[in-house]
């Protein structure tokens, strides 16, 4: 089984502050971990991803994410957030399935609110 | 925007009314999938298609019914919904096959309202 846990529905920056979106998951085998974004009315883009190479993984916009087994976290994190990073943020986790595809949990998201 | 494409953008229906979903991917992907995304709900995975077989029906009501007749293309047919299915509806492909490493590429989904 697997599961994925973001600890914030929502989160307020002001710009040029540091960017912090907390994920937990859970899963019965070596997963792989992804962010994807969501800005209004638009679909889910991938940000970044691990697949058990390196452990800090820097996707696009200047994101990245360290994967800690230890303490089974995938935080997201950018160190001085722009105003079109002001969207939704899902830490999704995926496993291979026996059935023969990809089993995929998404989180619930967390809402990032960038103040000017 | 990206390599998969969903029509209509937006479409609201009647109860009483049927209507189909679409979604084409230009990735030459092997996988493709449709999700429900509601208001403070996580993403719902509906249904899997890989290699154009259904490999997964996430105990989706009758009233959905998906269809792929190729690798490229999946339609998703409504058929007497209920308001509770209003939703943004994404359809997503990925290479295929058992690697939980694929990245899902998504649609810009369609905005369904049930009236």
């Known amino acids: 089984a697997q599961s994925v846990t973001q600890l914030d529905s929502h989160v307020s920056v002001s710009e040029g502050t540091p960017v912090l979106l907390r994920c937990n998951y859970s899963s019965s085998y070596s997963p792989s971990l992804f962010w994807y974004v969501q800005h209004p009315n638009k679909g889910l883009q991938l940000l970044l991803k691990y697949t058990s190479a390196a452990t800090l993984v820097k996707g696009i916009n200047g994101f990245e994410a360290e994967f800690k087994k230890s303490e089974t976290s995938f935080h997201l994190t950018k160190p001085s957030a722009h105003m079109s990073d002001a969207a939704e943020y899902f830490c999704v986790v995926s496993d291979a399935n026996s059935g023969g595809y990809q089993k995929v949990t998404f989180g619930t998201g967390t809402k990032l609110q960038v103040i000017p | ?115």
Do not use: I
């Open chain 2, 1 to 115: 925007e990206t390599g998969v494409t969903q029509t209509p953008r937006h479409l609201v229906m009647g109860m009483t009314n049927k209507k189909s979903l679409k979604c084409e991917q230009h990735l030459g992907h092997n996988a493709m999938y449709w999700y429900k995304q509601s208001a403070k709900k996580p993403l719902e995975l509906m249904f899997v298609y890989s290699l154009e077989e259904r490999v997964e029906n996430n105990s989706v009501p009758s009233r959905f019914s998906p269809e792929c007749p190729n690798s490229s293309h999946l339609f998703l047919h409504l058929h007497t919904l209920q308001p509770e299915d209003s939703a943004l509806y994404l359809c997503a492909s990925s290479q295929g096959g058992r690697v939980s490493t694929d990245t899902q590429y998504f649609g810009p989904g369609t905005r369904l309202t049930v009236l």
